[in-house]
């Protein structure tokens, strides 16, 4: 709520600056960069010529920017840098009223100035848009980083340690088929490799279905050399 109040008042507060500043500075284009030139010279400014075109161009386009809310921070130092130059060269040694070319309007406006430059000009105009832009925009891309590395973190992530841990704290590595944890090896040493049990092979199969006892009895019957008394042998 309180930023919403801050909000309005900022808003007021430009858009009335900006009126004034812009009269004045209309009133400079009006009267041509020359006379203005002259009136400053008179008045015993330093470089009145580069006075005059600074105080003109400023407070016409500044008191415009801050109107619209763009750029309120840096128009608000420039448009300062003015009034206080108006109070020091022109208005400083004549009283606070402005009837009495005092710098009371120039006192005002430049205080006012000092708090954009301090608060900023509120979140309803253009600085405000423009950041709310960007803030969703940084938001958006901290989202996607944020996805991007979930969706990695699984698949990059180390997989499945075959590292069995004793109590004591120490890490053995795990050896398939191996009675228990290998003892690591020495430096320069390479590691040996765990001894499996040899399995007996599977007899052949032959076509047919028959393996090698059938056909070890197939040759037996039909060897020529075996005597004719000699029976098969039985399996």
């Known amino acids: 709520m309180k930023r919403v109040v801050f909000d309005v008042a900022a808003l007021i507060a430009r858009v009335v600056t900006g009126v004034i500043f812009v009269a004045h500075g209309l009133q400079k284009w009006q009267g041509g ?7 400053f010279g008179g008045m015993g400014i330093p470089l009145p010529g580069a006075a ?4 003109t161009v400023v407070e016409t386009v500044g008191g415009v920017f801050l109107i619209l809310g763009l750029l309120v921070r840096p128009v608000a130092l420039l448009l300062l840098i003015d009034m206080i130059g108006a109070i020091v060269f022109v208005h400083g040694n004549r009283g606070v009223l402005v009837g009495e070319g005092g710098w009371e309007l ?24 423009f950041g ?14 944020e996805l ?3 969706r990695r973190g699984p698949a ?4 499945p340690s075959n590292v069995n841990v004793r109590p004591g704290g120490a890490e053995d590595a795990y ?7 290998m003892p690591p090896a020495e430096p320069g040493m390479p590691a040996e490799r765990p001894e499996v049990p040899r399995q007996p092979a599977a007899p052949r199969t032959h076509a047919g279905g028959l393996d090698d006892a059938d056909m070890r009895d197939i040759d037996a019957l039909v060897s020529e050399d075996q005597p ?8």
């Open 52 to 55: 005059a075109g600074f105080a």
């Open 148 to 150: 991007i590395e979930h």
């Open 33 to 39: 960069l020359g006379a203005t030139t002259q009136m």
């Open 106 to 129: 120039a006192g005002a406006l430049g205080a006012l100035c000092l708090l954009f430059l301090a608060l900023g000009g509120g979140r309803i105009g253009l600085d405000g848009l």
């Open 132 to 145: 709310a832009i960007f803030r969703r925009r940084a938001r958006q891309r901290v989202a996607e980083d």
């Open 156 to 159: 990059m992530g180390p997989g």
């Open 175 to 181: 050896q398939p088929g191996a009675g228990g944890p």
């Open 228 to 235: 004719e008394h000699r029976k098969p042998p039985n399996r």
